[in-house]
């Protein structure tokens, strides 16, 4: 009996087909929970380079830097955020209005989020008419700050502030909290955004989004402390179509206007790397690109614009 036991053993085995041996317990899925977890009195460094690259019949191209600090202290409705001690290292102090611009648009006001990580608000809107108002007293003549000044009160608004704060913090923070995501499964949502070059014009952008891999939150070093999140957002192309068709009619009929658009496309890009357990953010880079085809007088033309924007988050507490 013992010896004839390997024999049948062996026969059993070769009765059962092959796809039933090779099969194994499916992989359990790689899972991420991201969790907002920022702590009062969290301080940060940031550096942000900005890059602009205009193309139509020639290449403009510009690049900027900006250095603050980040504080996080408690609010009544969860955490408030602020930034102080704003520098320009690259500014161009001979060309006052790119400065006052660039200074300017520097100018963030604080952000009140709710425990969740949640927007919720932004706070002393009058902190930042006044560091404006500020800025234009120091860097342009009396008449002209008295000018900038009437058109920053229709502009620097409570509601324009909030909406450009919200933009912000939840394409790095808010957008992630509270998500359970496979790593390297696609999503995607839709959401609206304004159509540049088509005053009043809003299009339909589809994103999709996926946690590339995880990776170390010192850029450059081995490690597994944070994840990169990757998001694309595209245009919807049978929806741009339509606008622009509907655009050119209108410019057609327009007396001694002889430009008209063929096609139009814009994209833009995130990669986030963050502490999947605070979503604290380390390293961001935004890019925006546009393009279109147009006719103008008869002859044909295209333009291009692309913004590259990165942030890097040195966390002193």
Request: aromatic share 6%; glycine share 6%; proline share 5%.
């Amino acid at each position: 009996m013992s010896r004839r036991f390997p024999f049948l053993m062996l026969l059993c085995l070769a009765l059962i087909p092959a796809s039933a041996l090779a099969q194994r317990p499916p992989a359990v899925p790689d899972t991420v929970k991201l969790r907002f977890g920022w702590r009062p009195g969290t301080t940060a460094q940031i550096e942000t380079t900005r890059l602009q690259e205009q193309r139509s019949a020639s290449v403009d191209t510009m690049r900027r830097r900006t250095t603050y600090r980040m504080h996080v202290a408690p609010h009544d409705d969860g955490l408030l955020i602020s930034y102080t001690d704003f520098m320009f290292p690259d500014a161009d102090t001979t060309d006052e209005r790119t400065s006052i611009a660039e200074q300017a648009a520097a100018i963030v006001p604080k952000v009140v989020v709710d425990s969740a990580g949640g927007f919720v608000r932004v706070e002393d809107v009058a902190g930042v008419r006044a560091q404006l108002d500020t800025l234009m007293t120091r860097m342009l003549a009396p008449e002209e700050a008295a000018s900038a000044r009437e058109g920053l009160a229709d502009l620097v608004t409570e509601e324009s502030l909030a909406g450009l704060a919200a933009q912000e913090w939840n394409a790095i923070v808010g957008r992630w909290a509270g998500r359970d995501l496979v790593m390297g499964e696609d999503y995607g949502f839709e959401e609206e955004a304004a159509l540049p070059m088509i005053p009043g014009a809003v299009v339909e952008m589809i994103s999709t989004f996926s946690i590339a891999r995880r990776t170390s939150c010192d850029e450059g070093a081995d490690g597994s402390d944070c994840v990169e999140i990757r998001l694309v957002s595209r245009a919807d192309p049978d929806a741009v179509r339509a606008i622009l068709a509907q655009f050119t009619e209108r410019l057609l009929a327009t007396p001694g206007v002889g430009i008209a658009f063929e096609s139009f496309e814009m994209e833009n890009e995130m990669v986030l790397v963050a502490e999947p357990g605070t979503l604290r953010p380390h390293r961001v880079t935004m890019s925006k690109s546009m393009g279109g085809v147009f006719t103008a007088q008869g002859e044909r033309g295209e333009v291009s614009q692309r913004e590259v924007r990165k942030y890097r988050y040195t966390y002193e507490r």
